[in-house]
Nanobody
Framework: QVHVVESGGGLVQPGGSLRLSCTAS????????MAWYRQAPGKQRELVAH???????DYADSMRGRCTISRDSWRNTVHLQAQHLKPEDTAVYYC???????????????WGQGTQVTVSS
C-alpha cells in the first residue's frame, strides 16, 4: 500500500505565495509521475502541474508562470511553489503519485486527501 500526504495549505492574501508539499510512503518500487490537481467548489478537478521521474514538467495555462513544481526523489516528495495567487486559485489541492509497487510493469495512481488553499483578504 502507498500513502500520500499533502501539507502546506492555508489562508493566503491575494498576491501572496505558498508552498505545498506532498510525500508518498509505503511499498514504492519506482515513481513515474507526480502531479498536483485542484478542485474548486462546484467545479471539476483539474491538473495544475506535473513532473516525471525524468524531470519533465508541464503546467496548466492558468498557473503557468505563477508556479513551479519540483521533486525530491530521495524523499519521494513533490513541491508546488505558487505565487501571485488570486481568489480564483481557491480550491482543495490534491497530490497524485503514479507508481509501481513491484517489478511488474503495472502503474497505479495514489491520491492524497487534499489540502485547502484559500486566497482571500
Amino acid at each position: 500500500q502507498v500513502h500520500v500526504v499533502e501539507s502546506g495549505g492555508g489562508l493566503v492574501q491575494p498576491g501572496g505565495s505558498l508552498r505545498l508539499s506532498c510525500t508518498a510512503s509505503g511499498s514504492i518500487f519506482s515513481i513515474f509521475r507526480m502531479a498536483w490537481y485542484r478542485q474548486a467548489p462546484g467545479k471539476q478537478r483539474e491538473l495544475v502541474a506535473h513532473i516525471t521521474s525524468a524531470d519533465e514538467s508541464d503546467y496548466a495555462d492558468s498557473m503557468r508562470g505563477r508556479c513551479t513544481i519540483s521533486r525530491d526523489s530521495w524523499r519521494n516528495t513533490v513541491h508546488l511553489q505558487a505565487q501571485h495567487l488570486k481568489p480564483e486559485d481557491t480550491a482543495v489541492y490534491y497530490c497524485k503519485f503514479t507508481v509501481r509497487t513491484s517489478s511488474d510493469y503495472v502503474w497505479t495512481d495514489y491520491w492524497g486527501q487534499g489540502t485547502q488553499v484559500t486566497v482571500s483578504s
